[in-house]
Nanobody
């Protein structure tokens, strides 16, 4: 079973950029569909960006064109590059993994990281 350690969150002003990282251990990421979910207190959990096992990607409409998900199989690490950040992107971001070929944005991952906080001020 893969273990996930996410990092890279922080506080930025609107319009800024951040890159989240998710270091995987215990298994290789190429066996998984992986991605990022986010959660804000009082709101439902939201699938943000996914990279499926064969490499296709899916983005939430709210981040399309601003966020880019990628995976480095050699480093066994998942990334989320975020540009043009908005206050509504403020949330705890979680790296997730599912040992199947496809994980929908509304799906249920098998494994979660501990989360990394992103705060965007206006």
């Amino acid at each position: 079973q893969v273990q996930l350690k996410d990092s890279g969150g922080g506080s930025v002003q609107a319009g800024g950029s951040l890159r989240l990282s998710c270091a995987a251990s215990g298994d290789t990421v190429d066996k998984y569909s992986m991605g990022w979910f986010r959660q804000t207190p009082g709101k439902e959990r939201e699938g943000v960006a996914l990279i499926h096992r064969m490499g296709a990607t899916t983005y939430a409409d709210s981040v399309q064109g601003r966020f880019t998900i990628s995976v480095d199989n050699d480093a066994n690490t998942l990334y989320l590059q975020m540009h043009a950040l908005r206050p509504e992107d403020t949330a705890m971001y979680y790296c997730v993994a599912a040992r199947r070929s496809f994980l929908p944005l509304e799906g249920e991952p098998d494994t979660w990281g501990q989360g990394t906080q992103v705060t965007v001020s206006s």
